[in-house]
């Protein structure tokens, strides 16, 4: 995957701003990552694209600088956007626009048999797989401001990817929605490593993603682990990179063992493969990056 760097220099009456944008093209389902420099005369206040609004956070590893994820959801049209801005310059305030251009990503489609009691619900597989689906909505949608992350991302295990993010999928002959993950091939009782620190916020069993375990690494970003056999963390545990979190498994909606790793950006499901290429190659590097 390539990314440009898209430099925009602001030329206000007072000082320049410098923004960075990773890409002014984004897919559907991607994200994209905008830096800010700090500057003592500059407060940032927030970017907005529509009534959408964005927090600018501290970037984890530079003191210099600060950022904002952009999450293109996965149904989002392709489009020319407009994120505007906001920031307080030697006390007044002022608004910038930047522009981007939303691509349609092209997702294949693909087919799966699956039991069709995990297709058409009965009616307390309804209300419970509701209440499992606003249990983590509302996680994805709280914002810790502080970042819990202090270096890269790593992979979840190293196995072969077997379905990769975006597939629009039929099941049974019925088409519901896409595949919101990466999978990767593993047998029953793989270890699973949580991707970077963070905090547990869900360890439970569930519906369509059987033993979960989510969790919070700050600013938006949470990592999700379907399908498991075993937990070994239990909510509310703090944890470091690599740390074994649990099992993979064959449990809640599947066609066989695998794990099933997704992320979250801002309540909005994106490419997981994608985010942590971004922040690898983009964010979470010490030194300033110049063109
Ligand atoms: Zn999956």
Redesign the pocket.
């Known amino acids: 995957m390539r990314f440009f760097l898209v430099s925009i220099f602001f030329i206000s009456t007072l000082a320049a701003l410098n923004v960075n944008i990773s890409d002014s093209t984004i897919l559907n389902g991607k994200t994209a990552l905008i830096e800010l420099e700090k500057d003592e005369n500059i407060q940032y206040n927030e970017i907005s694209i529509g009534k959408k609004k964005y927090k600018i956070f501290n970037n984890p590893v530079n003191d210099k600088k600060m950022y904002v994820l952009i999450p293109i959801g996965y149904y989002e049209k392709p489009r020319n956007v407009q994120a505007k801005l906001t920031y307080k310059e030697k006390n007044s305030d002022v608004s910038k626009t930047l522009f981007f251009h939303i691509k349609d990503a092209k997702y294949q489609k693909e087919t799966i048999k699956v039991s069709n009691s995990k297709v058409n619900l009965n009616k307390k597989d309804l209300k419970r797989s509701a209440k499992e689906n606003k249990e983590a909505t509302d996680i994805y949608n709280s914002v810790t401001d502080k970042s819990y992350i202090s270096s890269s991302f790593i992979l979840p295990m190293e196995s072969e990817i077997t379905?990769s993010f975006g597939k629009a999928r039929v099941y049974n002959e019925t088409l519901k929605g896409y595949?919101?993950?990466?999978?990767f091939r593993a047998d029953v009782g793989t270890p699973i490593k949580s991707c970077n620190d963070g905090v547990v916020v869900l360890a439970k069993d569930r519906f369509y993603s059987g033993g979960s375990v989510i969790i919070d690494h700050g600013q938006g970003i949470y990592t999700c682990y379907?399908?498991m056999s075993e937990f070994s963390v239990k909510k509310n545990q703090k944890i470091k990179k690599a740390q074994i979190i649990g099992l993979s498994g064959k449990s809640g909606r599947v066609t066989g063992p695998?794990l099933?790793?997704?992320a979250k950006v801002s309540g909005v499901q994106v490419d997981p493969m994608q985010l942590i290429l971004l922040m690898n190659e983009k964010l979470l590097i010490k030194q300033n990056y110049k063109e």
Do not use: K, P
């Not at 595949?179 to 999978?183: E, Q």
């Open positions: 379905s595949h919101s993950g990466t999978d379907f399908h695998h099933h790793f997704s």
